[in-house]
């Protein structure tokens, strides 16, 4: 194959003449608008302040959720404590047992000399009596109230962490969130 205007030569044209034709023009240099370069980004170092930014703010917040958990188990021993066999819940009440069975055999003693019967056997029976139709009845009361306080505190620190839930960070949301940052 020749050139351009031997082609058209064959047609019986002439070169000039097919480029007059076709509105020819000779090339020339051609210049291109000098385009800038947009600067680099670092996103390697804009990656690593966001992650180090991330891991110190859920390093706060996991210390401080520690500390309330911490807390909170601080409180329900103390309630358990309270309740727990030999604790001090009811320690009162038993003392009023103690005063109500003093003041009882001291009445029915008295009764008892007022009728000429002090020194027979009944004297011997008034405090058995006075435990057997109020003390230990009203005791028994108190131990079935702090058995139900017991297990109702021991019951709620068992929910209190059971339902505790460790949040870890999201490491697929943070690698999405770096790629798309990056571009990548």
Same mark, same amino acid.
């Given at each position: 194959?020749?050139?351009? =205007?031997? !082609? &058209? *030569? $064959? ?16 090339? +020339? ?56 066999? =030999?604790? !001090? &819940? *009811? $320690? ?16 029915? +003693? ?75």
């Amino acid at each position: 194959m020749g050139t351009w =205007g031997e !082609e &058209f *030569g $064959k047609w019986g044209v002439s070169a000039s003449e097919a480029r007059r034709r076709s509105n020819y023009v000779e090339p +020339t240099e051609v210049s291109y608008p000098q385009v800038r370069q947009a600067p680099r980004v670092n996103y390697s170092g804009i990656l690593n302040k966001l992650t180090s930014q991330f891991s110190g703010q859920y390093a706060e917040a996991r210390a401080a959720n520690e500390q309330r958990y911490g807390e909170a188990k601080n409180i329900y021993e103390q309630i358990i404590g309270l309740f727990s066999p =030999g604790g !001090e &819940f *009811g $320690k009162g009440f038993e003392a009023q047992i103690g005063r109500a069975k003093t003041k009882s055999v001291a009445q029915g +003693t008295q009764a008892l000399v007022s009728s000429g019967l002090y020194g027979t056997t009944q004297t011997a029976g008034l405090a058995k009596k006075f435990e057997e139709e109020v003390g230990m009845p009203a005791r028994l009361q108190m131990e079935d109230v702090r058995i139900s306080k017991y297990a109702g505190a021991m019951g709620a620190k068992a929910g209190m962490i059971e339902r505790r839930e460790d949040e870890y960070p999201d490491y697929s949301m943070i690698m999405n969130l770096m790629r798309q940052v990056s571009g990548g």
